[in-house]
Each structure stands twice: as structure tokens, then as C-alpha cells.
């Protein structure tokens, strides 16, 4: 194979990159052996054997066109099937050049693929290979690693004889996973990502906003079944806070777009959590606004015994905000929050403290050793709702996705 590329794939026009994406797309019969199907849990999904993929750098392979040749891949696809469920693949780096490389290849000239960092392994595969190494590669590290570790973590709980409540709750929540494919659509929020997109719930992970907004659709569900909460309260997403700051967080205001904008302008109350900036790192807390009693509702997991102070930027946000609608004046009170023990915990402490403000009655302000509890009982009270969802509608949540999302292939425009 030639060192040099002639042609460059950022050239290719419309057609070629057509017939690309077609010949480095993953044939549906290699997909349904290849990777876990749709039907399987969670932890079936963990048990599903794939082969080992290389840790040791590659330093014998310098080129990258060794991997790639001119002659046609082997024709027997069942043999090449049989080949790659046993054969290891290249360390994760080369991988991931190769997935890039490989357009330029296929540009120049080459039909096939190699296993050029195994010695001795002389079979030409099908280009589509490349797509799949960096498939697997995804798989495992976007969804079964995490879950792997997260496995580990409900495991450790369920033997935990000292704290009862804490060894019900992960039985609860690893029962639940067991009833979902691990694939599955999250039926019922605004986020329809696969379930296993929730694994940041789970262990000791910092919480992203899909998560934080899937728990707080839960709380809102929660407060909708009540009447005498629901004229009461309004539960909204994290990106209401993003909206504030962006219209009168900086220096400059922007009123006319915040006119524009009629979902927040309708709002009149609020309990919400955020993503702010705590000491540099991400970090989540509890924000409200009790129009009822003027006032501002902020606490902190990270504060200690200190009276939360709201940072002045989003001060500056909520009383420019609640100036458009009312010129009452309004005070500032703490919401009462469980300090955390830990960096990680910011999620689960927010969403405990406005599960209390909002249902006082169903929930109680966790002890920091409990927090944990307050993780499982989250991603089981999300998953309940996606079944829940899932059997209103009429909607199989064993039924087989059309196509697998992670596994797809990278649009190549």
C-alpha cells in the first residue's frame, strides 16, 4: 500500500461519499452477532462476550496503511464472522486514527482491511471492519465499562448487612434493571436517550443534566398527582437557570429576547436545580422562587454550616427576572440540604432537597452516608416511570429497536 495519499477524503464529492457510507456500514446479520441484541438487560448485556481489545501501545506499527490492502476482502462471511468474534483488536488509539484514516484509504484505492498488529494474520476483511472496531470500541467504553463499574457498586450494597435500607434499595433498583432491555428508549420524558445513557445515576459519578432533568420530571410527576401541591408548585428543568443567565446573567441584558421567550415568561414559581460554578468544577444546587412569600430560595452541599449565599450573578438573574412581572420586593432563605461527605454528590443532595421542599410529606432530608440510598432511589424511581409510560401506551418495552444509535455509522459529511 502506498505511503502517500493522492486523494483526500475532505475532497470527495457527494457520490463517493454516498458509496462510502455504504461500503463501511455494518451489515445487519454481523450487527445481531456481533453485539448484544436489543431484547437483552442490562446485566445480560454485561455477560455478552466480545473479543479482548488490545491495552498494550502498538509501537511495532508505524504506518497505518499496513492495515489496508489492494485486494478484495474474503468472500465467506461467515468465516469473517467467526474470525472477528475471536480475533483481538488494535489498542484504542489506533483504532480511532484508523476510523479517520480509513476514508482516506478507501479513496486511494483499497478494498480491504488487515489485522496487520496480530503476526501472521494474512485474511483481507471487509472495510465495514473498520466501522466495527470503532463500534466495539464505543460500546465498551460509552456503555458496558460504566456499567460494569456500576454492577460492581449495587453488588457492594447488596451484601451491606449493617444499613438495611441501603441493601433494599439496590435490590430494588437491580430488579429493575433486570426488566428493561438496556437499549430501551426512556419513554415518557423529553429525552428519549437509551436507559443505559442513566449510568451517571449509579456509583459515585458526577450527574449530568440528563440526569438531573430526568429525576426532576419525576418530582414533577410526582407534584402533578397532587391537587392541593399542584396549584402550589411548578417543577422545571435545569435549563431554565441557563435561560435566566443568558438574559440578564451578563453584562449586557437582553429584554427582547426574553420576551420572546412565552415558556418563561409564563412561569410564575420555580424549583428547580442548576449547573453553577462552585470553587471552578461543575456543580449542582437547589434555586427557587416562592412567589406566595417573596422569596428566593438557594442552598448549597457544599457550604457546610454557612448560610448559603447566592452567587451574584444569578442573583442578578432572578431579580431582573422577577422585575418584568412584579415589583414586590424579595428577601433570600436557604433551603435546608445535606452537606456532602464527598466531590461527586452535588446531584443526588440538590434532588433530595427539592424533592423535600416540594413533597415534605414523602420525603425526608437524607444523612450523607445515606446518599447512596438517595442515587438507587432515583434511577429506580426513573425507570418505574419509563415502564409506566411504556405500558399507557401501548408500547413493548421488549420490542427490537429498528437500528442501534450507538452503532450506527458516523454521518461522513
Not at 495519499?5 to 470527495?12: F, R, T
Not at 462510502?20 to 455478552?48: G, Y
Amino acid at each position: 500500500m502506498q505511503n502517500d495519499m493522492d486523494i483526500q477524503w475532505a475532497n470527495a464529492t457527494p457520490c463517493e461519499r454516498a458509496v462510502a457510507k455504504s461500503t463501511f456500514f455494518i451489515p445487519k446479520p454481523a450487527k445481531q452477532i456481533l453485539f448484544p441484541t436489543q431484547k437483552m438487560s442490562m446485566w445480560n448485556m454485561l455477560k455478552f462476550e466480545h473479543p479482548l481489545i488490545t491495552s498494550t501501545h502498538p509501537d511495532s506499527i508505524q504506518n497505518l496503511n499496513d492495515f489496508f490492502s489492494l485486494e478484495p476482502p474474503h468472500s465467506d462471511t461467515t468465516e469473517v464472522i467467526e474470525k472477528l468474534q475471536k480475533l483481538p483488536l488494535p489498542n484504542h488509539l489506533l483504532i480511532q486514527r484508523l476510523n479517520i484514516y480509513s476514508r482516506d484509504c478507501w479513496m486511494n484505492g483499497s478494498l480491504s482491511v488487515r489485522y496487520a498488529h496480530i503476526p501472521g494474520e494474512e485474511m483481507c476483511f471487509p472495510l465495514w471492519v473498520v466501522s466495527y472496531w470503532h463500534a466495539l470500541l464505543t460500546h465498551v467504553t460509552t456503555v458496558r465499562k460504566p456499567w460494569e463499574k456500576n454492577l460492581a457498586w449495587l453488588n457492594e450494597h447488596r451484601q451491606n448487612t449493617v444499613n438495611k435500607n441501603l441493601c433494599s434499595e439496590a435490590d430494588q433498583t437491580y430488579a429493575i434493571l433486570g426488566k428493561l432491555p438496556w437499549n430501551s428508549p426512556q419513554f415518557g420524558f423529553d429525552d428519549c436517550k437509551p436507559i443505559h445513557t442513566l449510568w451517571r445515576t449509579l456509583g459515585t459519578s458526577w450527574m449530568n443534566t440528563s440526569v438531573i432533568d430526568a429525576a426532576l420530571e419525576v418530582i414533577k410527576v410526582k407534584v402533578d398527582v397532587r391537587f392541593d401541591l399542584t396549584s402550589q408548585t411548578l417543577i422545571g428543568h435545569s435549563d431554565i437557570i441557563t435561560k435566566l443567565m443568558f438574559f440578564f446573567g451578563g453584562d449586557i441584558e437582553k429584554p427582547k429576547e426574553y420576551t420572546s421567550c412565552d415558556w418563561l415568561n409564563n412561569i410564575g414559581r420555580e424549583l428547580l436545580a442548576r449547573k453553577g460554578e462552585t470553587k471552578g468544577a461543575d456543580h449542582w444546587v437547589p434555586v427557587g422562587v416562592d412567589g406566595s412569600d417573596l422569596t428566593f430560595l438557594y442552598g448549597d452541599s457544599m457550604c457546610g454550616q454557612k448560610t448559603p449565599v447566592m452567587p451574584p450573578a444569578l442573583f442578578k438573574a432572578f431579580t431582573t427576572w422577577k422585575s418584568y412581572h412584579t415589583s414586590a420586593k424579595f428577601k433570600m432563605a436557604p433551603i435546608k440540604i445535606t452537606q456532602q461527605a464527598d466531590n461527586t454528590s452535588c446531584g443526588p443532595c440538590a434532588l433530595n432537597a427539592i424533592n423535600c421542599l416540594a413533597c415534605p410529606e414523602l420525603d425526608e432530608l437524607a444523612k450523607p452516608e445515606d446518599i447512596a440510598c438517595v442515587r438507587l432511589r432515583t434511577l429506580y424511581d426513573i425507570i418505574s416511570h419509563v415502564i409506566d409510560m411504556a405500558d399507557n401506551t401501548g408500547v413493548s418495552t421488549a420490542s427490537e429497536a429498528s437500528e442501534l444509535t450507538d452503532w450506527d455509522d458516523e454521518d461522513d459529511e
